[in-house]
């Protein structure tokens, strides 16, 4: 969808390297972890700066906020997304169903407040309702995200 937003003039949206890099160990190669990331995508959409990063649940009902030592949007990510935010940008979490079926744009400040009153609520995950009033659109199976981005700007 980034290919055509660009082809069509609308903006120009590019993934960001993962923070990995490929190393031997044993004969093999290995993937490993040697910088954080704020997002994985940033760039322009009809003008305005946006970042967003993708997550993907395999769970069918609801959003985990992680559990035990493994969370689900870092903290680092969180401070990146709002402080891009707060400078001028819109800042965003693209969650997916890993069925691929349903997506959700969830604009960041929207994710962090609602986090926190669920968490207060002793909550462990957003539910699939909640949800649901960020679902976004798709064309032939393809995530078409720039609509819910400009309903976010106006």
């Known amino acids: 969808m980034n290919q ?9 949206v590019e993934k960001i390297p993962n923070g990995t890099k490929t190393i031997r160990q044993g004969g093999r190669q ?4 040697d910088s954080k990331t704020g997002c994985d995508f940033i760039g322009h959409l009809d003008g305005k700066p946006i970042a967003f990063d993708c997550k993907l649940t395999a769970n069918k009902t609801n959003f985990p906020f992680g559990s ?3 969370v689900t949007v870092k903290p680092h990510q969180k401070e990146f997304l709002k402080a891009f935010k707060e400078t ?3 800042s965003f979490l693209l969650i997916a169903l890993e069925n691929g079926r349903r997506s959700f744009l969830v604009d960041i400040d929207e994710y962090l407040i ?5 968490l207060a ?3 462990k995950s957003f539910p699939l309702v909640w949800l649901e009033a960020f679902e976004v659109d798709q064309v032939n199976g393809i995530v078409d995200y720039r609509k819910n981005i400009i309903e976010y700007m106006n």
Request: avoid cysteine; aromatic fraction near 12%.
């Open 30 to 33: 290995i993937i490993v972890r």
């Open 121 to 123: 609520d002793g909550r």
């Open 4 to 12: 055509f937003y660009r082809a069509k003039g609308f903006g120009v």
């Open 68 to 70: 035990g030592k493994v």
């Open 114 to 118: 609602s986090e926190k009153q669920l």
């Open 88 to 90: 001028g940008g819109q």
